[in-house]
């Protein structure tokens, strides 16, 4: 029998293309969870992979899927959207907007900090270094490697997934410098923290 994997993290913060990945090089049963409190309240401490992506990136897709879903871009800004109009947040958010949201999602799960049973992974590293990542939890949990890795692009099609991810840090392009400034006032603090090497990357910032 597999052994069992929990996958929490953000709207569109790549938890499929994760899931995918994982039940592709890993002998593993991977499970989604959405609240943290499904954490609080497991008495086994059964491993679980908390999964967090650059926020530009995550917000340039939520945008994207949210006017597929809820609103349509010729009404609602992406400012709209990342302070919360009344649309927006009611409708993809509890009452507050998506930088807000997001910001309180990450700190509230980090907070737990990387432990014998919860992993705070990356989506980047993921993308970018998925077989050391994937060596790295088949180690500490002693779960086997199914055979060589098999890279982003490889899984994309026979996991079902529509596209390959996004490059990495390619989100912040889609903004305008007054929205970036807005969302490094919010959450500037966590990207120093987790995404350093992006400000290498920028002239604006």
Known sequence: ?????????HRRSGTNFATALLRTNLEVDVVAVDKHRWYDNDPDRRPLIYLYR????????????GSRH?????TTSRMQFLKAGPMVGDRMFPGEGAVSYWKRHVSEWMAYGNSDS??????????????????DLSQK?????KKEYQPVLEICGPAGLRQPPRNCYSGSRDFSP????FVM?????????????????????
């Open 118 to 135: 919860l992993f705070c992974i990356r989506y980047e590293d993921l993308v970018l270094r998925g077989s050391q990542v994937l060596n």
């Open 70 to 74: 809820w609103f349509d871009k010729q």
């Open 185 to 205: 006032d919010e959450v500037g603090e966590l990207v120093k923290s987790y995404w350093l090497e992006w400000f290498s990357m920028q002239d604006h910032v």
């Open 141 to 145: 949990l002693q779960i086997p490697r």
């Open 178 to 181: 007054e929205e970036i400034r």
């Open 54 to 65: 650059f926020p530009f990136d995550t917000f340039s897709s939520l945008y994207d899927w």
């Open 1 to 9: 029998m597999k052994k069992q994997m929990f996958l929490a993290g």
